[in-house]
Nanobody, 122 residues
Framework: VQLQASGGGLVQTGGSLRLSCAAS????????MGWFRQAPGKEREFVAT????????YYADSVKGRFTISRDNAKSTVYLQMDSLKPEDTAVYYC????????????????WGQGTQVTVSS
């Protein structure tokens, strides 16, 4: 399975971005999907995860109410809508997939995209 993330960029505080992650080479509807991020000098951290159907979602407390994860199984794509962005959201954002239950732990994911840079200016 290959994952290709896109949609990052430079945005001002309070702005919005929509990240996309397109999957190929596997049965996308069989994967739990997640978004993680890694800021310079910090460990990779959980952002959001979504179950197979898209009916169940979990978010990190730091993004709850501002970010929305969604998926389109027909397009083999998972999205992360990011609103009310803050400078502390600056990081490389990664999408990931796994054949199992939803997880907050990066090491539990089997497949990773290449990452897309999000920079929020103050």
């Amino acid at each position: 399975v290959q994952l290709q993330a896109s949609g990052g960029g430079l945005v001002q505080t309070g702005g919005s971005l929509r990240l996309s992650c397109a999957a190929s080479g596997g049965a996308f509807s069989s994967y739990v999907m997640g978004w993680f991020r890694q800021a310079p000098g910090k460990e990779r951290e959980f952002v959001a995860t979504i179950n197979l159907s898209g009916g169940m979602k979990y978010y990190a407390d730091s993004v709850k109410g501002r970010f929305t994860i969604s998926r389109d199984n027909a397009k083999s794509t998972v999205y992360l809508q990011m609103d009310s962005l803050k400078p502390e959201d600056t990081a490389v954002y990664y999408c990931a997939g796994r054949y199992d239950t939803m997880s907050f732990i990066p090491g539990n994911y089997d497949y990773w995209g290449q990452g897309t840079q999000v920079t929020v200016s103050s």
